[in-house]
């Protein structure tokens, strides 16, 4: 199975900064059939499934803000928000989708500082 | 718009079956180029993706090797749903259960279902 490990395990942000959540695969996730990054992030709030928020790495999901973005490829990944809003509270996930089990990772928390 | 509505018992004692429901309105079970998902989600093992069945001329499923020997995923073309069954449930089983669809990433997901098993 591919390993997704997220760094840090827990983020304190003051909101307006900047916040960054590195994701690294334990395989390549680029599929040169289509020269694409199978993965994708998810915010998840208290009581709440998981909402996407980007997919192949680096596209945004509609209505999501674009203060979210991604960036990455291969095994090395980064979801970064911009300028952190009380909103943004959330654990964060990403997600391979190169190959099943479609893994995630173990979660990143983001509180405000 | 599409939604997943999950339906099934939040209680199922041990060595018994887990069986959920998710229903789906705003698309279609048997769409090409989508796959339906179980997910479910404990603070042990994190998310954790069981399986999937998808319809591409013909019906597929995978499934997590994990749960490959208790798992069982069935579309429902007539009702336009599909179904989770887990044989063979032990404590180990507890989380909240998921239904989401996967284009590829998974962009829509039902409101999940607790379930835990217990005698």
């Known amino acids: 199975d591919f390993v997704m490990t997220q760094s840090p395990d827990s983020l304190a942000v003051s909101l307006g900064e900047r916040a960054a959540i590195n994701c690294k695969s334990s395989?390549?996730?680029?599929?040169?059939?289509?020269?694409?990054?199978?993965l994708a992030w998810y915010q998840q709030k208290p009581g709440q499934p998981p909402k996407l928020l980007i997919y192949?790495?680096?596209t945004r999901e509609s209505g999501v803000p674009d203060r979210f973005s991604g960036s990455g490829s291969g095994t090395d990944f980064t979801l970064t928000i911009s300028t952190l809003q009380a909103e943004d509270v959330a654990v964060y996930y990403c997600?391979?989708?190169?190959?099943?089990?479609?893994?995630f990772g173990q979660g990143t928390k983001l509180e405000i500082k | 718009q599409v939604q997943l509505r999950q339906s099934g018992p939040g209680l199922v004692k041990p060595s018994q079956t887990l069986s959920l429901t998710c229903a789906i309105s705003?698309?279609?079970?048997?769409?090409?180029?989508?796959?339906w998902i179980w997910i479910r989600q404990s603070p042990s093992r994190g998310l954790e993706w069981l399986g999937r069945?998808?319809?591409?001329?013909?019906?597929?499923?995978d499934y997590a090797e994990s749960v490959k020997s208790r798992i069982v995923i069935n579309p429902d073309t007539s009702k336009n749903q599909f179904s989770l069954q887990l044989n063979s449930v032990t404590p180990e089983d507890t989380a909240i259960y998921y239904c989401?669809?996967?284009?590829?990433?998974?962009?829509?997901w039902g409101q999940g279902t607790m379930v835990t098993v217990s005698s």
């Open positions: 989401a669809r996967a284009s590829p990433a998974l962009g829509i």
């Open positions: 705003g698309d279609s079970v048997s769409r090409n180029s989508v796959a």
């Open positions: 069945t998808y319809y591409t001329s013909k019906w597929y499923n």
């Open positions: 395989q390549s996730i680029l599929y040169s059939f289509n020269n694409k990054n199978h």
């Open positions: 192949w790495a680096s």
């Open positions: 997600q391979q989708y190169y190959s099943t089990p479609y893994t």
